[in-house]
Nanobody, 124 residues
Framework: QVQLVESGGGLVQAGGSLRLSCAAS??????MGWFRQPPGKEREFVAA????????QYADSVKGRFTISRDDAKNTVYLQMNSLKPEDTAVYYC???????????????????WGQGTQVTVSS
């Protein structure tokens, strides 16, 4: 059984920071990504990282503010979120892909496993 567990969500004021964690039950995931679903909206891409290349990709809305990283010793991927805005409020999901890829996918259809999500609320 493959499991992804997100943590680190919570309530933060605009301009503040928060770090999300995603613990994976497997060490062999090649790419991992973060997606989010704001209230009343569809799930959207946030950030992704490829283990094989070390490359990262970010949505334009978070580029320069969010950073994705990975700690293989802990089978964990992180999303450091700085300069948070109220529009960042959403349920954040961790996703993992087992296939070998050079560029981390932006499309959620490319990911094989998903976490349950963690709520991030940014107050103004």
């Amino acid at each position: 059984q493959v499991q992804l567990v997100e943590s680190g969500g919570g309530l933060v004021q605009a301009g503040g920071s928060l770090r999300l964690s995603c613990a994976a039950s497997r060490r062999t995931f090649n790419a991992m990504g973060w997606f989010r679903q704001p209230p009343g909206k569809e799930r959207e891409f946030v950030a992704a990282l490829s283990r094989s290349s070390g490359l990262t990709q970010y949505a334009d809305s978070v580029k320069g503010r969010f950073t994705i990283s990975r700690d293989d010793a802990k089978n964990t991927v992180y999303l450091q979120m700085n300069s948070l805005k109220p529009e960042d409020t959403a349920v954040y999901y961790c996703a993992a892909e087992g296939a070998l890829v050079w560029y981390p996918p932006r499309a959620q259809k490319e990911y094989d496993y998903w976490g349950q999500g963690t709520q991030v609320t940014v107050s103004s």
